[in-house]
């Protein structure tokens, strides 16, 4: 007899029923301006494309064991040695092995919320409890709220600094005072490191409970790639490793990446662009009675309610005109007026703000 759905039902595992299916959502169509993934609006520099091209002809060989030569030139770009870089298909897998390794079904991971999504998702899908902690009404830490949560079942906290969807920044004084006061994994993600240049990837030898996330997909403009790393001690390093893929990137993101790291003059003027760009943007939805916090990204985080205007209608008739932006209305630790914004080209600025004042219009 062969098994039917209803038996295979049973069969999965029970942490992953009460998830949302994933949904592909709509296509990109070249008409589109889709400002609502945080990516970069610019493509990877021609020193990378060739770099690619090469390394599309020996597609036939496995890639380099554990990240191959990326680790090494990682490691010389964040300031540490090779055997404290673990490499990952995105942080989004770093942050998956990192609950592989230090949750157990039933144990907890600390969560500030608002913050990234992934977080949550992954500990559900290891069998582990999300348990979140508001951050204060600015979005920065609260430190005694987040303490006093802590207990034997807490294995993991996350802090995305700068945090996602929020933009803002946490110190590393604040960091230091976690870091002292939490006894479980402090994962500090630092995606967006390169436009705000704080790090504490200087303290993983110090603090051995404390991991660093970094990615290439957002100020390397390689999202289309996968490629994220973690910075810690050389035997957190060696846990990591052992639950991770043999093969964890591809050749092509190996053979990007390290072209990406050498056109430092490339990346640098994106990120000035990006920076100056943003400055300006964030001063046109202000005039438009938006409010716009602080950022330390390359998004804005804007809040609808001076207008009296859930974010939802808002990003619904934005969509309607083929402008895509990231609802973030009445998600965890938020209320009903929010969404984020990515910096796009300036063209695509223009054609955001004014797609913006006309769903405004039609909404009034
Ligand atoms: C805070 C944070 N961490 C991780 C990621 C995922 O990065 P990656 O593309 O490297 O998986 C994002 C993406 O938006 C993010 O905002």
Known sequence: MTPNLETIDTWVNPSLRGLAPKKAGPERN????RLDKGEL????????????????????????????????????YAGTEPDQI???????????????????????????????????????????????????????LDVEALVAKVTPATQVLY???????????????????????????????????????????????????????RSLSKSFGLAGLRIGYA????????????????????????????????????????IHRILSDKLQ??????????QVYPSATNFLFVNTQP????????VAALQERNIWVADFGNTPGLGAYYFRIAVGTPAENQGFLQGLADALLSLS
């Open 30 to 33: 070249a008409q589109a301006i």
């Open 159 to 213: 802090i995305a600094n700068p945090n996602n969807p929020t933009a803002n920044l946490v110190s590393r004084d604040t960091l230091e005072e976690v870091l002292n006061r939490v006894n479980a994994m402090v994962v500090v993600d630092e995606c967006y490191f390169e436009l705000c240049q704080t790090t504490i990837s200087d303290w993983v030898d110090h603090y051995p409970h404390l991991i660093v996330l």
């Open 307 to 314: 207008l009296n205007l859930p974010s939802a209608p808002l």
């Open 86 to 140: 673990v490499i990952g298909n995105g942080s989004d897998d770093l942050i998956e092995l990192i609950i592989k390794v230090f949750v157990q079904p039933g144990q907890q991971v600390l969560l500030p919320v608002p913050t990234f999504f992934v977080y949550g998702q992954a500990t559900q899908v290891m069998g582990g409890v999300p348990v979140f902690v508001q951050r204060t009404p600015d979005f920065g």
């Open 281 to 290: 943007l964030q001063e046109q939805l202000e005039g438009l009675g938006l």
């Open 41 to 76: 609006p610019y493509p990877p520099s021609p020193k990378v494309v060739d770099a690619i091209a090469r390394a599309a002809t020996t597609c036939n060989r496995y890639p380099g064991v554990l990240g191959g030569a990326l680790r090494a030139q990682l490691a010389t």
């Open 231 to 270: 910075i810690a001690n050389a035997q957190v390093v060696d846990y990591l490793y052992r639950a991770a893929q043999l093969f964890p990137v591809n050749t092509v993101a190996i053979a990007a990446a390290l072209a990406a790291l050498e056109d430092q003059a490339y990346i640098q003027d994106n």
